[in-house]
């Protein structure tokens, strides 16, 4: 079946770079999502990208797409405190209205 | 701005008690679903529903139902709660077929079951 696979935990000094990546298997998916979940709250979404993509940019954050290899990467610049929250990637599927989300991988930010 | 709204956000019952967790959403999605979330495990469909009186298993109904007689609102049930469905719930809806096919979330409900 669908999987989406994410590493839990990652740990910055503010001010660095943070990349967070994930591995899905459906190839039929037209879209993955990176959804923002802070402490005590639902899940927003940040951005996403079109499956016929390879990168899209948004200000302090920049989505690489590799299709062959399955893999999707959110790329957070300059990190700040505020950016500490659980970070999921997510896969649609195709004709289902369903997406199927990973672990979440906890960003932690250190002053 | 599309608003999904749990009317619970913290709930506390004891073994064996029915649990209602309701949910409303302002946008006329159709689509409406439900998740649990645990750490290291992230989100796990229970159900979901794409019009009136339609529902589907997700990944783990099992120990779930589900009620979706306005288009607005989407209930999970609990018919008997256990230890083990301590978790975080989440609502979420969409639109079928157009846009992105993002889910807009809920602030979560979480349940502890003693």
């Known amino acids: 079946g669908e999987d989406v696979e994410q590493s839990l935990f990652l740990s910055v000094r503010e001010g660095d770079s943070s990349v967070i990546n994930c591995t899905y298997t459906?190839?039929?998916?037209?879209?993955l999502y990176w959804y923002k979940q802070e402490p005590g709250a639902g899940l927003q979404l940040l951005t996403y990208?079109?499956?016929?993509?390879d990168m899209k940019q948004d200000q302090r954050l920049t989505v690489l797409l590799n299709k062959k290899d399955k893999h999707l990467s959110l790329r957070i610049a300059d990190t700040q405190t505020g950016d500490s929250a659980i970070y999921f990637c997510?896969?649609?599927?195709?004709?289902?209205?369903?997406?199927?989300f990973g672990q979440g991988t906890t960003l932690q930010v250190k002053p | 701005d599309v608003k999904v709204t749990q009317s619970s956000r913290y709930l506390v019952k004891r073994t064996g008690e029915k649990v209602f967790l309701e949910c409303v959403q302002d946008?006329?999605?159709?689509?409406m679903f439900w998740y649990r979330q645990d750490p290291g495990l992230g989100l796990r469909l229970i159900y979901f529903?794409?019009?009136?009186?339609?529902?589907e298993k997700g990944d783990i109904p099992e120990g779930y139902s589900v009620s979706r007689e306005k288009k607005e609102r989407f209930s999970l049930i609990l018919e008997s709660a256990s230890t083990n469905q301590t978790s975080m719930y989440l609502c979420?809806?969409?639109?079928?077929?157009?846009?992105?096919?993002?889910?807009?979330f809920g602030e979560g409900s979480r349940l502890t079951v003693l």
């Open positions: 979420a809806s969409s639109l079928t077929g157009r846009g992105t096919g993002e889910l807009f």
């Open positions: 459906d190839s039929s998916s037209t879209y």
């Open positions: 990208i079109f499956s016929n993509m």
């Open positions: 997510a896969e649609s599927i195709e004709n289902t209205g369903k997406l199927i």
């Open positions: 946008m006329d999605h159709e689509n």
């Open positions: 529903s794409y019009d009136v009186k339609m529902k």
